[in-house]
């Protein structure tokens, strides 16, 4: 079965960190550009980091460029975003994505459920 399944959200406070993990199933999640979104409720689900492969290039959104890192563990299918430094303007529900090719959603093929991060001041 064709699917994306996020974990790792949570409550945290500002400043502080978390990571998020995206698991694949029914593809070789290497083959793929992935990336992160989020999307809070009232506005438009937007970018926060892709990468076009293992290999290739990878982009974040400004807002979180020098605080968040997206990263491959390929032996187990699973991609991550790592989140540090945190604000409460991160808070959202996060959506792993296969595809999104430079960060628009209009690429992307399949998306995950969501997990939800709420960050507190």
């Known amino acids: 079965q064709l699917q994306l399944v996020e974990s790792g959200g949570g409550l945290v406070q500002s400043g502080g960190s978390l990571r998020l993990s995206c698991a694949a199933s029914?593809?070789?999640?290497?083959?793929?550009?992935i990336g992160w979104f989020r999307q809070v409720p009232g506005k438009e689900r937007e970018g926060v980091s892709c990468t076009s492969s293992s290999s290739g290039s990878t982009n974040y959104a400004d807002s979180v460029k020098g605080r968040f890192t997206i990263f491959r563990d390929n032996a187990k299918n699973t991609v991550y975003l790592q989140m540090n430094n945190l604000k409460p303007e991160d808070t959202a529900v996060y959506y792993c994505a296969r595809g999104g090719k430079a960060c628009d959603k209009r690429f992307v093929e399949v998306w995950g459920q969501g997990t939800l991060v709420t960050v507190s001041s």
């Open positions: 029914g593809f070789i999640l290497d083959y793929y550009p």
